[in-house]
């Protein structure tokens, strides 16, 4: 199974704060917190179970942060295939960084 490489964890990416309060580690999942498609990812219906969890108005950053789902939920999700969402696949699989390879062509 290929690995991830979150740009999270990494701290290469930014951490994304809807208009709503609600907090999501990366533009990959922020984009998409209404799509319907997205509710049926395991790792986003873990989300949902406790989304209050992960909003400004009843936490702070720092506890958000280091809450369960952004400690160990997400990244448990990397080690079974079936549980990695679709996103860190497709934008943070190891030696696979589409944005990278969009910067490398057009240079
Ligand atoms: S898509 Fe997944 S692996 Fe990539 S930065 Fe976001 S949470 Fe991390």
Not at 9 to 34: A, D, M, R
Not at 64 to 74: A, M, P, Q, V
């Amino acid at each position: 199974m290929p690995k991830i490489d979150c740009k999270f964890l990494k701290q290469t990416t930014n951490t994304i704060v809807n208009s709503t309060g609600q907090v999501w580690p990366c533009c990959y999942f922020g984009v998409h917190e209404h799509e319907s498609i997205e509710q049926e990812q395991p790792i986003f219906k873990e989300y949902q179970k406790n989304k209050d969890k992960y909003n400004l108005n009843n936490h702070t950053l720092k506890e958000i942060l280091n809450s369960e789902w952004f400690t160990k939920t997400l990244p448990d999700s990397w080690k079974d295939d079936k549980m990695t969402a679709r996103q860190c696949k497709r934008w943070c699989t190891e030696g696979h960084d589409p944005a990278q390879l969009r910067i490398k062509i057009d240079e």
